[in-house]
Nanobody
């Protein structure tokens, strides 16, 4: 099992920046990729960014050019740098770890961190 703890959310004005962190512990070596999702009120959870074990990054069109996902393997931490924030980026942001094992695919989730962007 993998435990994930997010931090870094908060209130920011439109155009501002925030950096989210996701600290992982547990069976870290089994993680294949890490993702950031977000969920706004009354909306479905949306995949925002992915980083693979090989370092490949993938972004949703809505955040491309503004958000950057990265990781620090020494700290077992994944980051989401969010620039040029917009009110529509307001959501709870969740960290997700995908593990591939004999039993198949396993997803672990953090508790989420609130990001609020004011206009």
């Amino acid at each position: 099992q993998v435990q994930l703890v997010e931090s870094g959310g908060g209130l920011v004005q439109a155009g501002g920046s925030l950096r989210l962190s996701c600290a992982a512990s547990g069976s870290i070596s089994s993680i294949s990729l890490m993702r950031w999702y977000r969920q706004a009120p009354e909306k479905q959870r949306e995949l925002v960014a992915t980083i693979t074990s090989g370092g490949t990054t993938i972004y949703a069109d809505s955040v491309k050019g503004r958000f950057t996902i990265s990781r620090d393997n020494a700290k077992n931490t994944v980051y989401l740098q969010m620039n040029s924030l917009r009110p529509e980026d307001t959501a709870i942001y969740y960290c997700n770890a995908v593990r591939l094992g004999i039993g198949g695919v396993t997803n672990d989730w953090g508790q989420g961190t609130q990001v609020t962007v004011s206009s």
